[in-house]
């Protein structure tokens, strides 16, 4: 009780309606300029060029800098230009880009505490450059609080204005079983420039239907909708080369290539040295789908030797699948795989996702801004009254939540800072109350954040869901949550019961051989018996009595059922603890492995399972030894946590261990800031990155349709020897 009550006052002193900002060493990004040294740049920021040097790693001293580089640079302020005017200054940094394009009106935004140019930028989706422009006195002078801006709204640019000829497009009609990562293959483009011809497609999700029309480019020669594509590569001619082995070489015949290339008729036949064009047939489009391949983006730095041995192909197998690498591995290429490709990765909805290192992948000039949104109900306490503090404290089960989550969270926020990350922090109590949440969320500017944490009431959740899904801001369940809620920006991060329910499921699937199957479950748990049924059709059903006031099963008729000769998994499901008691009492006690000099054998071997390991298993009357003999296996969300540095860093900032609660609230916070590190965009990272593990909880978010992302991740867990041990 110690250290919740020590808590109290940390949460105090940082939460009650003030901001508070984890902030590491303090960075600005630079677009290199055309004439710009690296001398000249570290005069600008008033750092040195070695400091610059330290954090840009692809930049070698000496070097010349090519222009529109983006460096990132240590240090908080720009040192001042030299200049004759402000006016002057301002003509010298917009971009010709930006004076081209005009404003359709102006709207007012009022500076907040904390808000920064970037952050503004994002909100309204404009540039630096342009935001100066109308705001001259930025120039000169750095953003305050209450400072008035006028934010230009600019036309949605058209498809003329933006160089697009129409003329060299076509629509695509999508078709059953392709993916954006297919299509974008069939044409040899990239997914942002899909986007970027189709802004009616999200760029929160993947989801692509049936029967969509997409714009798409003309491929020269022909058209996807012929099913054949013609393409060319380039070919010099080697001595003594004739018509005969080219074409035993490239598949083409002599009169082809001759049509091809009216040279070789003007100059007498094939000549060494010279460039000829040879035609290479690309897969049939339609049969590149989700029942053939799976698909893989490019990222950044990534050459052929990453290539070959992520996905266990030589480079001649991966041209041959996909002939534009022939020209080049460039990033945001699609390639396509053979379907049963396994290797070091996982694959969601035909996708192949990365296995990133976050931890290496960080980029400290990024600041996420989060928003905590939790029922501490420190309107409720008397800080002077230690004891009755601690009592409710004690009694309220969201107050115990809500401490444990932060006290946790507190620890991730403190490991990101000494990884070098600055992250900003706001935190409110929301008091478990609706209108609490409103008024919190009406006097802050949601767009400017990258995350919010909370709340847990179902009913302000789905609130903070709500207004921040305007902004598409991604709002992060910390505990259960089952409710009607259907936007795209709800991560929920505790792991449904019907994913346990196939985990164990599986788990015993995989793992069973001849053991006999019983299930033991009562009436309000027909479903999961149900359930266990349709995926062991041959598994026995022990009766469960059940009367007003009594609630069992028979001793002698489950002995009946037992095998003498083989293994027997018990699949134990229920909420009532009178009955789980006795089920275990009795289970254990035919699951004596000493000799019976009557039957001449040893006695029953029993196992015991469950698919939902509720409370009821959990009460004091359940013998903690019978389960352990029963080596009781179940499946959970989270696991054990051994003594590691998260747990050295809460005991020396707490004076206790964490529980359960302060574990989730340090490893789902963790993973949370990891990924806006990473790509300071939530829904992104979680497309491109598959599941990720900390102290003692795991995330794999997958997206349901329009009702947001779901954590798919979970454990087995089984007693044994009197400890919880981790099978899988």
């Known amino acids: 009780m110690k250290y919740i009550f020590n808590q109290v006052y940390i949460i105090w002193a940082f939460c009650v309606l003030v901001s508070c900002t984890a902030m590491a060493q303090k960075f600005n990004t630079h677009e290199v300029k055309k004439g710009e040294t690296l001398e000249s740049i570290s005069k600008l920021y008033g750092v040195s060029t070695a400091s610059i040097l330290q954090y840009n790693k692809e930049i070698k001293s000496g070097q010349d800098l090519r222009a529109n580089t983006i460096l990132v640079v240590p240090g908080a302020k720009i040192a001042a230009k030299p200049s004759n005017s402000t006016s002057g200054l301002g003509k010298n940094v917009i971009q010709d880009s930006v004076a081209d394009r005009e404003p359709i009106g102006f709207t007012e935004h009022r500076v907040k505490k904390r808000e920064t140019i970037f952050g503004i930028t994002q909100m309204y989706n404009i540039t630096e450059d342009e935001l100066k422009k109308y705001n001259p006195t930025l120039y000169a002078s750095p953003l305050q609080k209450k400072m008035d801006l006028r934010i230009p709204k600019y036309r949605a640019p058209k498809l003329e204005e933006v160089g697009i000829n129409e003329d060299n497009f076509e629509k695509y009609i999508v078709a059953p079983k392709e993916t954006r990562w297919s299509i974008a293959h069939k044409y040899g483009i990239t997914i942002d420039s899909m986007l970027a011809l189709n802004p009616g497609l999200s760029k929160s999700n993947n989801y692509l239907s049936e029967g969509y029309e997409l714009l798409m480019p003309k491929i020269a020669g022909s058209t996807v909708k012929n099913q054949v594509t013609q393409l060319f590569t380039s070919y010099t001619v080697p001595a003594k080369m004739n018509f005969y082995r080219l074409e035993k070489e490239f598949g083409v015949k002599s009169d082809e290539i001759v049509r091809l290339n009216p040279e070789i008729t003007e100059r007498g036949g094939l000549k060494e040295g010279m460039v000829i064009r040879i035609p290479e047939q690309k897969v049939e489009a339609g049969v590149i789908n989700t029942d053939n391949y799976i698909f893989y983006e490019v990222k950044p730095k990534q050459n052929e030797f990453r290539l070959t041995r992520k996905f266990g192909m030589t480079w001649a197998e991966l041209v041959q699948l996909n002939p534009d690498l022939k020209d080049g591995l460039k990033a945001g290429m699609v390639l396509k795989l053979p379907k049963d ?78 990884l070098g990350v600055s992250i900003d922090v706001k935190t409110f109590d929301n008091q478990l109350d609706l209108v609490k949440t409103k008024q919190i969320l009406q006097g802050e500017q949601l767009g400017s954040y990258s995350a919010v944490f909370g709340p847990l009431d179902m009913a302000s959740l789905k609130e903070t869901a709500v207004q921040a899904s305007k902004f598409n801001v991604p709002v992060v369940a910390p505990v259960p949550a089952k409710s009607d809620i259907s936007l795209d920006n709800v991560f929920f991060s505790y792991t449904d019961e019907e994913v346990l329910w196939e985990h164990m499921l599986d788990y015993v699937e995989t793992n069973h051989k001849d053991e006999t199957l019983l299930i033991i479950a009562d009436e309000d748990n027909k479903k999961e018996k149900d359930a266990i049924l349709k995926r062991f059709p041959t598994a026995k059903v022990v009766v469960v009595k059940e009367e007003e006031k009594n609630i069992g099963i028979n001793r002698d008729k489950l002995q009946t059922l037992l095998s003498d000769d083989v293994a027997n998994w018990v699949f134990v499901e229920s909420d009532n603890y009178k009955l789980i008691s006795s089920v275990v009492s009795i289970l254990n006690s035919f699951n004596n492995t000493a000799f019976d000099p009557v039957l001449g054998k040893d006695k029953v071997n029993v196992r015991m399972f469950t698919t939902d390991m509720n409370s009821a298993f959990e009460n004091d009357v359940i013998s903690n030894t019978h389960l352990s003999n029963l080596k009781f296996t179940y499946p959970s969300v989270n696991r054990q946590v051994s003594n590691n540095s998260f747990v050295e860093r809460y005991r020396t900032r707490f004076g206790d261990d964490p529980d359960k609660y302060a574990v989730r609230g340090f490893d789902l916070t963790y993973d949370m ?22 102290s003692g909880n795991k995330f794999n978010y997958e997206r349901k349709g329009v009702s947001g992302y779901y954590n798919q991740s979970s454990y087995i867990m089984m007693m044994d020897d009197l400890r919880i041990k981790t099978i899988e």
Do not use: H, Q
Not at 383 to 412: F, P, Q
């Open 673 to 694: 800031l990891l990924k806006l590190a990473y790509k300071n965009n939530l829904v992104d990272v979680s497309r491109i990155i598959g599941e990720t593990e900390y």
């Open 341 to 418: 490709k396994v290797g070091d990765f996982e694959v969601r909805n035909a996708l192949v996702l990365d296995k990133v290192n976050l931890l290496d992948s960080i980029n400290v000039a990024v600041v996420p801004k989060v928003l905590f949104l939790l029922p501490f109900r420190l309107d409720k306490l008397d800080l002077n009254n230690k004891e009755e503090t601690e009592k409710i404290i004690d009694n309220r089960n969201s107050l115990k939540y809500s401490l444990g989550l932060y006290s946790g969270a507190l620890i991730a926020i403190d490991s990101m800072k000494s």
